[in-house]
């Protein structure tokens, strides 16, 4: 079986479960719209200061609801060892990896959905006119931010303290996608608002990057 | 209702395997050959290596040392081909609590790209008795009705080397009969069984071969077209 | 080794001259004076930093190709070297920072980068610490040493942008260019003891690594040695 169609298939499972579960959505939702909010005690915006440090918060919001959201993808496979009932299977390793970076995509991005409108609202940035711009910023930022978290969460599934441990490897090597995804959103809510090339670029680098270095190390993220 | 083979019987040669577990070594040095269509024994008391040795055997756990390969007619099988004909039973059920019993057994149908997907689940889902529980979810079943599913699911693919770690433990009356009509239609059909053990049961009666582990080694071995009862003697009956 | 005492003499007092020489040798700086004698140190200390980052990252592709145990121990070893190497960075750049420019520090590419290379081998550290059984810490770390190593690359790169776009006190560039020729040596020296220093400490911890391994495990087989006479005692 090919890596495409074995990626479908895990996609799919992951979403029927989902969907029946809600486990991940209604906490990471939950969760992102308290930092939201707790950020705004923290510091009272003006409108030009939200623009201004509307996309810190927000990217902030997404990386720890992320990194709370990531933690189950492996973690919930180890009740009746349903891992290893996918690695018994004749698929490609990096079609099982991938599906689950699918369907944490879009979990993390349907979060995001209720949440850019929510701080849009409660900070009053309007976002006319750029959201389709910003879908792109997002997808890109969300791309790298599950890339490399169902990575770590397969890596932390088996030690302990692993709900500690995730957000801890996670959020250092995260380092340059927040920075890149910070500024590119910037440069959105920036008036005129600006698609910046140079940050898209840093963006889709640490993708393609990271993606790779999972493809390649992907079997030995999973043996044991 | 048997379902046909999906291909020939498949021998398993083992060559010096070693797991080693940190300091702990799991199994040592381990020599055997598995011809096609062998029903095996694999005795031993916990701790003694089987699961280990069934777990590398289903290519799930990677030996510290040593070569396992799988025959096919005279060839030696691909990693990947070997796979779509091994079925293994775990210890544990394997399956997905939150979705129904047919929603586990089409989930793995898929992924090992079977076809006609509906006919085959419910055909599935009858043959071990759970036909009028489709639309459960697992969580709601009991021990024995997981434990029968978990054998409709590694059944699902037709394999041709069948791995079992205890299987009778946990199941019911109804699945303890369907387990020994089940590996006794497999044995027929020239599948190659491999039953881990710690205590008597009837399925025994089938085996062509038994071979006791002790302390990660073989300890001792009825051999190919030897006569297990003897070795089969000594377990003790289940309590 | 046999070598080894004569070895860690001559080091020793390969290092104390170089300090020496940093404090009293090279000629006194323009508009530091004493203070940038830190330097001496400071750099090369950064240098043995990501030397033994980049074994870091050889160890863990040496691990995952060929599963010899000796690379998973120089990973380790070469990672709490590093993070050594790192923190002496951090601290002498602060006590630097501060009586020159007033401020203790400042992110910059270079400083972040380097933040972040120090909290990614604690993490690094950590992870091994949290995971148990040893061939998979050593497999599962190798894989995170990578992404790590990996991503070294891309923090400086997107401070280097972030810093173009938010322009900062510029306080750490150019010191290379045009160095005094008595003080590029004295850097030099110093970058040569520092980083044999470096080795002698990172070959010790390999060896105490590989020693500990051995007692462990023959601890354990005393251990199930004893269980099993116990047991063969008891039926």
Redesign the interface.
């Known amino acids: 079986?090919n890596t495409p169609r074995?990626a479908l298939?895990i996609l799919g499972?992951e979403l029927?479960?989902e969907l029946?579960?809600r486990e991940l959505s209604n906490a990471t939702i939950v969760f992102a719209l308290i930092v939201v909010v707790l950020f705004s005690f923290a510091f009272d915006p003006t409108a030009a200061e939200a623009r201004r440090y509307g996309p810190g918060l927000l990217w902030i919001a997404f990386l720890f609801a992320g990194s709370l959201m990531l933690n189950p993808s492996f973690a919930r496979e180890q009740?009746?060892?349903?891992l290893?009932?996918?690695?018994?299977?004749?698929?490609p390793s990096f079609g099982l990896l991938l599906g689950k970076m699918l369907a944490n995509l879009l979990f993390l991005s349907a979060a995001e959905c209720v949440l850019v409108p929510v701080f849009s609202i409660l900070y009053n940035v309007s976002l006319s006119g750029i959201v389709g711009r910003l879908i792109i910023v997002l997808f890109l930022g969300n791309a790298g931010l599950v890339i490399?978290g169902t990575?770590?969460s397969a890596?932390?599934a088996?030690?302990?303290?692993?709900e500690l441990?995730l957000p801890?490897?996670l959020l250092?090597?995260l380092?340059?996608l927040l920075?890149?995804a910070v500024?590119a959103t910037a440069a959105l809510f920036a008036d005129p608002p600006a698609l910046d090339t140079?940050?898209l670029s840093?963006l889709g680098?640490?993708d393609v990057?990271?993606l790779t270095?999972s493809w390649i190390?992907c079997d030995?993220?999973l043996?044991? | 209702m048997p379902s046909p083979q999906s291909a020939p019987a498949i021998g398993l040669r083992l060559e010096g395997i070693c797991k080693r577990f940190g300091s702990f070594t799991a199994l040592r040095d381990l020599t055997l050959d598995i011809a096609p269509g062998e029903f095996v024994a694999l005795l031993g008391h916990n701790g003694a290596g089987k699961t280990t040795l069934l777990r590398i055997a289903s290519q799930l756990m990677r030996p510290s040392a040593g070569r396992i390969t799988f025959v096919s007619g005279n060839e030696a099988l691909s990693p990947d081909s070997a796979r779509r004909a091994v079925g293994l039973v775990a210890h544990s059920t394997l399956l997905y609590d939150e979705f129904t019993a047919a929603e586990n057994l089409t989930l793995f149908a898929q992924l090992y790209s079977l076809d006609d997907l509906p006919a085959r689940v419910a055909q599935a889902l009858d043959a071990c008795g759970l036909g009028t529980r489709a639309t459960s979810l697992v969580r709601t079943f009991s021990r024995g009705m997981r434990q029968r599913l978990a054998l409709a699911r590694a059944l699902l693919h037709s394999p041709s080397l069948f791995l079992l770690d205890e299987p009778a433990a946990g199941l019911d009356r109804q699945g303890l009969a369907w387990l020994g009509a089940t590996l006794s239609r497999l044995r027929g059909d020239g599948c190659t069984v491999i039953v881990s053990t710690h205590a008597r049961n009837e399925s025994l009666d089938l085996a062509t071969r038994a071979i006791n582990l002790s302390g990660g080694r073989v300890d001792r071995d009825s051999g190919t077209g030897g006569d297990p009862r003897p070795l089969l003697a000594t377990l003790r009956e289940e309590a | 080794m046999k070598l080894r005492i004569p070895i860690a003499i001559v080091l020793t007092a390969l290092i104390i001259f170089a300090g020496y020489a940093g404090l009293f040798i090279a000629p006194d700086e323009a508009t530091m004076h004493a203070i940038q004698r830190i330097f001496y140190f400071h750099l090369p200390s950064w240098i043995a930093c990501f030397t033994a980052f980049t074994v870091v990252f050889v160890a863990n592709i040496g691990w995952l190709s060929t599963r010899r145990e000796k690379y998973d121990v120089l990973a380790v070893s070469a990672a709490e070297v590093g993070i050594i190497c790192c923190t002496i960075g951090l601290i002498t750049g602060p006590l630097w920072a501060h009586p020159v420019w007033g401020i203790w520090w400042t992110w910059d590419a270079r400083l972040t980068t380097t933040f972040i290379l120090w909290l990614l081998y604690i993490s690094y550290l950590l992870l091994r610490g949290l995971l148990d059984d040893p061939e998979r810490r050593a497999t599962l770390s190798a894989v995170f040493g990578i992404f790590a190593f990996l991503d070294v690359p891309l923090v400086y790169v997107s401070n280097r942008l972030w810093r173009t776009q938010h322009p900062q006190p510029v306080i750490l560039g150019g010191k290379n260019s045009g160095l005094d020729p008595t003080m590029a040596k004295v850097l030099l020296l110093c970058v040569i003891a520092v980083l044999a220093v470096m080795v002698l400490v990172l070959v010790d911890r390999y060896r105490l690594e590989l020693l500990r391994r051995e007692a462990e495990g023959l601890r354990l087989e005393i251990e199930s040695r004893a269980e099993v006479s116990a047991g063969d005692a008891g039926s």
């Open positions: 079986m074995a298939i499972k029927r479960l029946r579960t009740a009746n060892d349903t290893d009932a996918l690695r018994l299977a004749p698929i490399t990575v770590f890596v932390s088996h030690a302990r303290m692993r441990l801890l490897l250092p090597i380092a340059p920075i890149a500024e140079t940050w840093v680098g640490f990057v990271f270095a190390l030995y993220l043996e044991e």
